[in-house]
């Protein structure tokens, strides 16, 4: 068995590592009388359909076999209130500050009591979705949010005989389940935001006071994404893919990009057929440090729904949606009013059959990692040559928020913020990260790219010159260029997008966003220094500045 969910009562002693004060409060409430267990799919649509928060379209659900679904499932709504993105100032992690550990300690302990007179809904599923890395995850909702819950078991794996036996065999981790409680209708002045509480090496979670679906699947793989880490796997928010040439090679890929940065077109983007293209996901992965491989967390897709209007072929693989608008089409059928609307960040948890190319797991090692960033001083390509280097850009990885996820105060849409490999998830010091993005992009045959999806200086990059950069990657056809006299880096010759190093404003502009970059990581080791990264990360950028 992957995780650790049963114990031989010889192990229940408090000097098990795994039965922290957090974890077992939280544990020990999905065992109440008023935990009803829902394990079915069909029987949590059931729920979702009648609930009274629910907005039922007369839209199909597709491929409702293969979903366990009933073949007259619909396409179902619910929308939240104010809040429709991700709450990073919510998040709180075990250990950070012993005095709010010691507050929030009888804070959840009374959160649960109160609760135990509601009636609550648990359920289990999968996050991974191959026999190396399967870890088993157990969340409860209370009644009325039946939507989360159905969302959530469609969103991860649910539990069946075919994935049953599959974990059966798994990998065995010296890791516990996942546990996650949840109570949306939570208030506290001292937490006007929400509050979601994670104890990662225990794999347990309490989010508090938030409503928006996003908060539970992140805050699934946030815990997955840490046991992953752990265990001597890259955890990687980004999208993954594999080119099968005609030559019998293969070249995969992996884009990180936060959401809205262009991940997920890149991922599914066809190339105009030129070449057998394979998906593994568009948000969540891991790479194995030991071969390279990488597997696949989720089946489904957390997907936007701003590009996919009433007439758009992929509403047809949606399941659930939140945060949309509903209107009646000519012939009375509620139908979905979408492209952001009624607010921003209308999203949609999207079947996998949407991707007809779709696998798992890639044997296959990783070729290539793509940083997207959103950064005017870079042309559409550049490569980099030094693997410390290019851990250092992608712990720097500049870019812009977007309705994903509300904007911190002092933050503006449009302002370039870091954030570091794109993962805000991250529970886990940054430095552990940055040694094994290092170690990965020291593997034989790997390359490391800075890839621009917004403008270069005040011209746009358009989504074709982006393909077109990445085929000629994948063709090893690309003409690069010295990046000025910046050691270790060069970009790819396009017409329309050469850097002009004999310009002085354009020399400042690039200094400006490295000494951005610079202030950023000498900030970071000044608050953490007892996890800072390491001085050479920052020597790499302070010789780049020096070039200039």
């Not at 649509?45 to 839209?59: A, E, P, R």
């Not at 969302?151 to 994935?163: A, G, I, K, M, R």
């Not at 516990?176 to 347990?204: C, K, Q, S």
């Amino acid at each position: 068995m992957a995780t650790i969910e049963r114990f031989e009562k010889s192990d229940l002693k408090k000097s098990n590592p795994l039965l922290s004060k957090f974890r077992t409060t939280i544990e020990t409430a999905f065992y109440g009388n008023n935990m009803v267990e829902l394990l079915d799919v069909a029987k949590a649509y059931h729920l979702s359909l009648h609930s009274d928060n629910t907005i039922v379209t007369d839209l199909p659900v597709l491929h409702t076999k293969e979903l366990g679904l009933p073949d007259d499932a619909k396409i179902l709504v619910e929308n939240g209130g104010k809040i429709f993105g991700r709450t990073a100032q919510a998040r709180r992690i075990v250990g950070e500050n012993k005095e709010e550990d010691n507050l929030l300690e009888g804070i959840i302990r009374d959160v649960i009591y109160h609760n135990s007179h509601k009636k609550y809904y648990k359920t289990t599923g999968y996050v991974g979705l191959d026999p190396d890395f399967m870890v088993k995850a157990h969340i409860a909702f209370p009644e009325g949010y039946e939507n989360n819950l159905y969302s959530w078991l469609l969103n991860f794996q649910s539990t069946n005989p075919q994935y049953n036996a599959m974990y059966k065999d798994s990998i065995s981790y010296p890791d516990g389940d996942i546990y996650i409680y949840a109570d949306p209708d939570w208030t506290h002045p001292d937490y006007p935001m929400g509050l979601a509480y994670f104890e990662p090496d225990r794999n347990v979670a309490c989010i508090l006071g938030m409503q928006y679906f996003g908060e539970f699947k992140k805050g699934t793989l946030t815990l997955a994404w840490a046991t992953g880490h752990r265990n001597h796997y890259v955890a990687c928010h980004g999208g993954q893919k594999s080119f099968h040439i005609d030559d019998g090679s293969t070249y995969v890929a992996s884009f990180f990009g936060l959401s809205g940065s262009g991940k997920s077109t890149l991922t599914h983007a066809k190339h105009e057929n030129k070449y057998e293209i394979k998906v593994l996901h568009d948000d969540a992965f891991l790479i194995n440090l030991k071969d390279g491989s990488s597997i696949a967390l989720e089946p489904s897709y957390f997907d936007k729904t701003q590009d996919y209007p009433a007439d758009h072929p992929e509403q047809n693989y949606f399941v659930t949606v939140q945060n949309v608008g509903v209107t009646l089409d000519v012939d009375g059928n509620k139908v979905l009013v979408t492209e952001d609307i009624r607010n921003g960040n209308g999203r949609t948890v999207k079947s996998r059959y949407s991707t007809p190319n779709r696998v798992d797991k890639f044997t296959d090692p990783i070729n290539a990692v793509y940083w997207i960033m959103k950064d005017e001083s870079m042309p559409p390509l550049v490569k980099i040559s030094d693997p410390v280097v290019g851990a250092t850009f992608g712990a720097t990885l500049a870019t812009k928020r977007t309705s994903a996820e509300n904007i911190k105060k002092g933050e503006s849409a449009d302002q370039l913020v870091i954030e570091p490999y794109a993962n805000p998830f991250r529970v886990y010091p940054l430095s552990e990260d940055f040694k094994d993005f290092t170690e990965l992009l020291n593997r034989k045959n790997m390359e490391c790219y800075i890839i621009n999806t917004g403008y270069f200086l005040d011209k746009k990059i358009p989504k074709e010159i982006t393909l077109q950069a990445i085929e000629e990657m994948v063709e090893k056809t690309g003409e690069f260029l010295p990046f000025g006299e910046v050691k270790g880096m060069s970009y790819l010759s396009m017409e329309g997008f050469q850097p002009d190093f004999t310009d002085s404003t354009y020399k400042k502009l690039v200094k400006e966003r490295m000494d951005m970059r610079l202030e950023f990581l000498e900030t970071f080791n000044k608050s953490h220094p007892d996890e800072p990264l390491p001085i050479e990360a920052i020597q790499s950028v302070k010789e780049i500045i020096d070039s200039l």
